[in-house]
């Protein structure tokens, strides 16, 4: 969900139950959201990617739990 102010978009989390003001719009133009792809560091993907590039399930940002990794003799 998202909100337009002065021509600017804030996700959600800005209008949160609380509405906390420490919290400011993002400086992003409806033409630069995209949810089916990210470049760069991904400042304007919106999407819901939650797998890496090798199939790894990312982890939840709810959870504070430790990936465990594992080193196979190819990395070593």
């Known amino acids: 969900m998202e909100r337009e102010i002065k021509g600017r978009f804030a996700t959600r989390s800005y209008?949160?139950?609380k509405y906390s003001a420490a919290c400011k719009a993002a400086d992003?133009?409806?033409?630069q959201i995209t949810t089916t792809c990210f470049s760069d560091r991904g400042?304007?993907?919106q999407g819901g990617a939650n797998?890496?590039?090798?199939g790894v399930p990312c982890q939840s940002w709810?959870?504070?739990a430790m990936v465990i990794h594992v080193?196979?003799?190819?990395e070593v």
Do not use: A, C, E, L
């Not at 080193?71 to 190819?74: D, I, P, Q």
């Open 28 to 31: 992003i133009q409806k033409d």
């Open 71 to 74: 080193v196979t003799n190819k």
């Open 51 to 54: 797998v890496t590039r090798s």
């Open 62 to 64: 709810s959870q504070q």
């Open 15 to 17: 209008f949160g139950p």
């Open 43 to 45: 400042r304007f993907y």
